[in-house]
C-alpha cells in the first residue's frame, strides 16, 4: 500500500546519502588524498559526471528491462563501489573511478522511485508524490551533515560503510514491493523501435531541454549547497573550518527538503510555469547577492533563499516533463530531462571548486552563476509558459 510513495522515498533517500557522503568531510578526504580543492572538485565530480550521463540510458533501461531489475543492478553496484575503496583508501584514482560507478547507480535508483511513481501514483497524487521523492533525496543529502562531521578523524570511513549498510536494508525492504512491480518487465509495446522514437522525440523537445536547464540550476543549487556552502561561509567567517559549519549547511538542506515536499502546496495558488520561472529567476538574483556580501550570517540567509527556491519548483518540473510523452515512456524523458540537468549541475562543482583555488575567493564564481542563470530565465521563461499552457489548456 503507497509503494508509490514509500518506495521511491526510500531509495532517493539513499541515493541522497551516497551523493553528499563526501562533502561534510571535504578536509579530511584532501588530507587522505594529498590535494586541493582543484583536486576535491575532480573526486566530487567523478559521481556527478556519471550521474547526469547515466540518465538517458537509465530510463531507456528501466523502459525496456523493468523498474524492478533495474533497480536490483543499481543497488548492488552502490554496494560493490562503496566497499571497494577499502582495498587502497589513499589511491585517488580508484576512490574517483568508484565514485564514478556510485553515480552510475544513483541515476538507474532516482529513475527507478520516478518509474514507480507514474506506475502507481493515482493521476491526482503525481505531483505530490514526485515531491516528496525529491524532498527524500534532499533529507538524503542532509543527513552526512548530522552524522559524519561527529565520526572522528577517520569518519571519511564511514562515508563509505553508512551507503553500503544502506543498500542492504533497501535490498531487504523491496522485497515488500507488490508483486506487480517486482514482476514488472517492458511489455511489447516497449520495442526497442518504439523506445528510440520516444527518444527522438524527447531529445529534439525544446520545452524539454529548458525544463532540464531549469531543474539543472534548481536542483544544481541544492548540490552545490551541499557540496560547497561550508567552505563558502568559512571564507566568510575566516576564523572557521569548513567541518565547523556542517550542522548549519545540514539545517539549510532541511529547508531545501521541505521546500520539495511542500512545493506542490503553491499549486493551489499558482501555476506550474509561475512556480518554476519565478523560482530560477530568484536564484540568479540571489547568487549574485551571495557572490557581492561580505558576511557571514547575510550569506548563511542567502543560502537558506537558495534552497528554498531550489526546492519549490521541483515537483512542477517534473509533472510537466512527464505530459511529454505516454506514461510508458516517462522514464527516458525524465532520464533527458535530468541528464540536461545534471550536466549543469556537475558544471556548477567544478566552476565553484576551480575558480577558489585559482583566486582564493568564491565571489567571482557565485556572481558568473547568477549571471547565467538570470540569462537561461530569460531565453526560456515564454518557452515554459507556452508549453504549461498548452498542455494544460
Excluded at 518504439?194 to 520545452?207: G, I, Y
Excluded at 510537466?320 to 522514464?331: E, F, I, R
Amino acid at each position: 500500500m503507497f509503494s508509490y510513495i514509500w518506495f521511491p522515498a526510500l531509495i532517493s533517500a539513499m541515493g541522497g546519502y551516497l551523493f553528499m557522503s563526501v562533502a561534510p568531510l571535504s578536509t579530511q578526504f584532501m588530507a587522505l588524498f594529498g590535494v586541493g580543492y582543484a583536486g576535491m572538485s575532480l573526486f566530487l565530480s567523478g559521481l556527478l559526471w556519471s550521474h547526469s550521463l547515466v540518465q538517458l540510458p537509465a530510463g531507456l533501461i528501466l523502459d525496456k528491462l523493468g523498474v524492478y531489475r533495474g533497480f536490483l543492478i543499481a543497488i548492488i553496484i552502490a554496494l560493490v563501489s562503496n566497499l571497494l575503496p577499502f582495498l587502497a583508501p589513499e589511491n585517488l584514482a580508484l576512490a574517483t573511478a568508484l565514485r564514478f560507478f556510485g553515480g552510475l547507480s544513483s541515476g538507474v535508483l532516482f529513475l527507478a522511485g520516478v518509474k514507480v511513481t507514474a506506475m502507481m501514483a493515482p493521476p491526482e497524487k503525481i505531483a505530490q508524490a514526485q515531491g516528496i521523492q525529491g524532498a527524500a533525496f534532499s533529507l538524503g543529502t542532509m543527513l552526512p551533515f548530522v552524522t559524519l562531521p561527529y565520526l572522528g578523524n577517520e569518519a571519511w570511513r564511514f562515508s563509505y560503510l553508512i551507503p553500503a549498510t544502506l543498500s542492504l536494508v533497501v535490498i531487504a525492504l523491496s522485497l515488500l514491493l507488490p508483486a506487480s512491480v517486482r514482476k514488472n518487465n517492458a511489455g511489447n509495446s516497449n520495442s526497442l523501435a518504439n523506445l528510440l522514437n520516444a527518444l527522438k522525440f524527447v531529445a529534439t523537445s525544446v520545452p524539454i531541454w529548458t525544463l532540464g536547464m531549469f531543474h539543472g540550476l534548481s536542483y544544481g543549487t541544492l548540490n552545490n549547497l551541499g557540496q560547497w556552502l561550508p567552505s563558502i561561509l568559512a571564507d566568510l567567517h575566516g576564523q572557521s573550518t569548513a567541518l565547523g559549519w556542517s550542522l548549519a549547511t545540514g539545517a539549510v538542506l532541511l529547508l531545501g527538503t521541505l521546500a520539495r515536499a511542500y512545493g506542490s502546496v503553491l499549486l493551489r495558488w499558482y501555476t506550474r510555469s509561475w512556480i518554476i520561472n519565478t523560482a530560477v529567476m530568484l536564484i540568479g538574483v540571489c547568487y549574485i547577492v551571495l557572490g557581492l556580501i561580505g558576511n557571514v550570517y547575510v550569506g548563511l540567509a542567502v543560502g537558506i533563499a537558495l534552497a528554498l527556491f531550489g526546492g519549490s519548483n521541483y515537483g512542477s518540473i517534473f509533472s510537466l516533463t512527464g505530459q511529454t510523452v505516454s506514461p510508458v515512456y516517462v522514464a527516458t524523458a525524465a532520464g533527458f530531462m535530468n541528464m540536461i540537468a545534471n550536466i549543469a549541475n556537475v558544471m556548477l562543482t567544478l566552476i565553484l571548486g576551480t575558480v577558489r583555488e585559482y583566486t582564493g575567493s568564491f565571489s567571482m564564481a557565485l556572481c558568473a552563476t547568477g549571471i547565467f542563470a538570470l540569462t537561461i530565465w530569460v531565453c526560456g521563461r515564454k518557452i515554459i509558459n507556452r508549453f504549461s499552457q498548452t498542455i494544460f489548456s
